[in-house]
T-cell receptor, first 113, second 117 residues
């Protein structure tokens, strides 16, 4: 079974631009969660999608948004990029039940200049 | 709100020896899940072991075992017979059973484990 795939692996953007990150979950998984990882704040939950609906949301500004498609693939969008948005963005998938573990991808390293 | 604390930013162990990583958490909930994830330089978070709070028996996965003390809100990870491939960042994580929180893991700041040959 293929694992969680995130594209691209690296991204360099300029302040004020917007960016879209992609995540393909493990086949059969209906839940996709997104996390931001920085040296200062550590790992922080952004949001979770389950069957195309946002099920849970972390404490991030509205510039961070996401969506999930009918094939469970998910995209995360960040608009009006700020220098502080530079981070590793991790996507995780699961079956979506309470006792199912999260399986993570390799992440997208976003650098904002 | 729940919090997870890992008090050891860095740890070091000799190959073949045993090391224990500490984790404490704070919650008012009675049912929840606890996890240890490993993040090597490749960046991918890999699930090491998980524990359901309602289970008193400590989870074990090969060389990895936990010491789960629910009353003390403690969840330490023991790695036996350490191998060079165990070198990584280790994160302790909490997940609530309530309120659609399945995808929301609360992570500690991590412990960087070095393994000396």
């Amino acid at each position: 079974k293929a694992g969680v795939t995130q594209t691209p692996r690296y991204l360099i953007k300029t302040r004020g631009q917007q960016v879209t990150l992609s995540c393909s979950p493990i086949s059969g998984h209906r839940s996709v969660s997104w996390y931001q990882q920085t040296p200062g704040q550590g790992l922080q939950f952004l949001f979770e999608y389950f069957s195309e609906t946002q099920r849970n949301k972390g404490n991030f500004p509205g510039r961070f948004s996401g969506r999930q498609f009918s094939n469970s693939r998910s995209e995360m969008n960040v608009s009006t990029l700020e220098l502080g948005d530079s981070a590793l963005y991790l996507c995780a998938s699961s079956s979506g039940t309470a006792n199912s573990p999260l399986h993570f991808g390799n992440g997208t390293r976003l650098t904002v200049t | 709100a729940q919090t997870v604390t890992q008090s050891q930013p860095e740890m070091s162990v000799q190959e073949a020896e045993t090391v224990t990583l500490s984790c404490t958490y704070d919650t008012s909930e009675s049912d929840y899940y606890l996890f240890w994830y490993k993040q090597p330089p490749s960046r991918q978070m890999i699930l090491v072991i998980r524990q359901e709070a309602y289970k008193q028996q400590n989870a074990t996965e090969n060389r990895f075992s936990v010491n789960f003390q629910k009353a003390a809100k403690s969840f330490s990870l023991k790695i036996s017979d350490s191998q060079l491939g165990d070198a990584a960042m280790y994160f302790c994580a909490y997940r609530s059973c309530y309120g659609g929180s399945q995808g929301n893991l609360i992570f500690g700041k991590g412990t960087k484990l070095s393994v000396k040959p």
